[in-house]
């Protein structure tokens, strides 16, 4: 049962550990000459917070496997709710630092938003715990959301990255 639980835990971080690596030149280079307000997380901050947020909710996500009985017809809703919102959450560094388009990038964030309380909504008569493992995910995710509308809004003369 360890392994489920380690895996579980892991598996959200694949995507953010991808995310990193694909785009992490654009942050010293791109980023940091946007336009960000003075409440913006330190670049220090962000991996901290994604470890926490990833092993949290890929705990819950293991959580209602277990409750569910596996992959099973009972999961297909509330871990298939999860893979969308996780999906949605793994696509955003790419359109925001890899394409610097951030009117698609918010457009993604705010449907991760909705999805993210489609999951939790779903998880709740499942396993409680599950769904305020996803709490601090959603809170982060809320920050997320307006610094993206605000970077989008403050940077207007930023347009996305042409194909070369």
Not at 10 to 27: A, D, K, Q
Not at 136 to 142: D, K
């Amino acid at each position: 049962m360890w392994s489920h639980v380690v895996g579980f835990s892991i598996f959200p971080h694949i995507g953010g550990f991808l995310g990193w690596f694909f785009n992490r030149n654009s942050v010293p280079t791109w980023y940091e000459n946007l336009k960000k307000p003075s409440w913006c997380p330190s670049n220090q901050m962000f991996p901290i917070a994604w470890t926490l947020l990833y092993t949290g909710i890929g705990y819950g996500s293991f959580l209602i496997w277990k409750d569910v009985g596996g992959f099973n017809s009972n999961a297909i809703i509330p871990l298939g709710l999860f893979g969308a919102q996780l999906a949605l959450n793994w696509a955003w560094p790419p359109l925001f630092f890899g394409m610097h388009n951030l009117r698609l990038a918010l457009l993604d964030i705010l449907c991760l938003d909705g999805l993210v309380v489609a999951t939790m909504y779903s998880w709740y008569p499942i396993n409680k715990l599950a769904t305020m493992l996803m709490v601090p995910y959603l809170a982060w995710l809320a920050m997320a959301t307006c610094l993206t509308y605000v970077i989008w809004m403050d940077n207007p003369g930023k347009k996305p990255r042409k194909k070369e």
